[in-house]
């Protein structure tokens, strides 16, 4: 069996590699550890900066022309096309984890890399709706691959996998709030085609980085994890893919996936349009750079007084949401080694549940009570996220460790993907009250799930 020969393997790397003097810090993980911070904060940097330019598109384009046929821009039509991105997003995941377990982590995380900042350079050159669509699905594609392979890398290469977990999600929530932020940012000083092109090109330097990086891929991967499983070569065929996945969701794992739906739907559906949920709030009216900036800093920036885009506050609200998320991505990624992960599961959704039910009388109330709703959001949405990361490799096999991974994130930004054309119908039809009792309800099926994977545990 391939396990000693690995087990050999691992012990040389980490020879080679070699424990920092006097730290025990294991240079693997860090190696592993830096790796998946950068790759996670790009991936969530481009993922989080698209709400930041549907904004833009809704008032920049009037019609989506198919050539047999046209379609008015509007919160339906934009929520379609914004899925068809973040559905390839999840959908890929599946695939992409059946091919982690076959040729390895880092190939896989190099070529997301290229493949985002390409598609983030075609955005940048878009001359209609048509064309964003072909650069949201070139994106979708490249940044699918990324979750399974990079958790996969995670879970099987990293000795402390919760602290890892932390890390990962700490860089993961840097690039979402962080992405946001940088965009708005630029959009004050240049047009967003050029806000686009800049921000595709860290991604070209980071897949430079990825394909140059080395260390062992399953370090932590012993013999009675592995349990017996195909931890070294994955699935081989069509009918052992189908075995395998029959297998992983006739157990407890089932349970998992629903939470993961949950969260994704969730996810999507609260935050595609925030910005634009926003704008139209008192408190969120445009600023004028020139009324903030004295005259030698406008000059600096090239803006001249008065003809300088207005300062969107939607847009930093937005980011600042996501940013603080950071506290709760490493609260949970802690969490995980000292709690339940059911239970912990089961609260978390609760208190999303209540917090959708809170959101619209709070922005009704003024900016204050607002933001404090928007901070506990951006905590508890990213709670749940190393929980579920964590409950995935505790009820699955090493051995199929990516294509588990490959069905979580279809589940997240896959089936998650819908909580755009959700969220963008209801917009169009009904009104926000609707759309946070509906995601009240669907964080309120997680925790049903929750509760039921207690028993399961």
Request: proline letters at 4%; glycine letters at 14%.
């Amino acid at each position: 069996m391939s396990a000693h020969p690995r087990g050999a393997r691992a012990e040389t790397a980490t020879h080679f590699i070699g424990r920092d003097a006097g730290s025990g810090v294991n240079g693997n993980d860090r190696a592993i550890t830096a790796l998946v911070m950068l790759a996670h904060g790009l991936v969530h940097t481009y993922e989080m900066t698209i709400p930041i330019f549907v904004v833009v598109w809704l008032t920049e384009f009037d019609v989506v022309n198919l050539g047999v046929a046209q379609f008015d821009v509007t919160t339906a039509t934009i929520g379609v096309i914004v899925t068809l991105g973040y559905g390839l997003f999840g959908v890929g995941a599946l695939p992409g984890g059946v091919v982690v377990d076959r040729i390895g982590s880092r190939r896989l995380i190099t070529a997301c890399l290229l493949g985002m900042g390409g598609s983030y350079v075609l955005l940048g050159v878009a001359p209609n709706m048509v064309v964003i669509a072909l650069a949201l699905v070139c994106w979708g594609l490249s940044a699918s691959v990324y979750h399974p392979a990079g958790l996969s890398l995670i879970s099987k290469g990293v000795s402390e996998r919760g602290t890892g977990l932390a890390y990962h999600g700490v860089a993961g929530n840097l690039g979402i709030g962080l992405g946001p932020l940088v965009a708005a940012v630029l959009l004050l000083v240049a047009e967003w085609r050029t806000v686009a092109l800049v921000l595709g090109v860290p991604a070209l330097f980071a897949a430079l980085y990825a394909s140059r990086a080395r260390f062992d891929e399953t370090a932590a991967v012993t013999a009675a994890a592995d349990s017996g499983s195909k931890a070294s070569s994955g699935v081989d065929s069509l009918g052992e893919f189908l075995a395998e996945s029959r297998r992983l969701l006739a157990g407890s794992f089932l349970l998992v996936f629903v939470v993961v739906m949950c969260s994704g739907l969730y996810y999507r559906g609260v935050l595609t349009f925030l910005p634009e949920l926003l704008r139209t709030l008192p408190g969120f009216e445009p600023v004028p750079v020139d009324a903030l900036l004295p005259a030698s800093v406008l000059s600096a920036l090239g803006v001249e007084a008065g003809t300088g885009r207005p300062l969107k506050p939607q847009d930093y609200f937005y980011a600042g949401l996501l940013l603080i998320g950071v506290v709760g991505q490493y609260a949970g990624g802690k969490l995980t080694d000292r709690l339940p992960l059911a239970y912990g599961i089961a609260g978390a959704f609760l208190v999303l549940a209540a917090l959708a039910v809170l959101f619209v009388p709070a922005s009704a109330a003024g900016l204050g009570p607002l933001m404090a709703v928007g901070a506990l959001l951006g905590v508890a949405l990213f709670v749940v996220q190393p929980m579920y990361q964590a409950a995935v490799a505790e009820h699955t096999p090493a051995g199929a460790r990516g294509l588990s991974y490959g069905f979580t994130y279809l589940g997240v930004f896959g089936v998650g993907a819908l909580g755009s054309v959700l969220a963008g119908s209801i917009l169009a039809f009904a009104n926000v009250t609707a759309l946070f009792l509906t995601l009240a309800a669907i964080a309120l099926a997680a925790v049903t799930a929750g509760i039921a994977l207690t028993r399961r545990t």
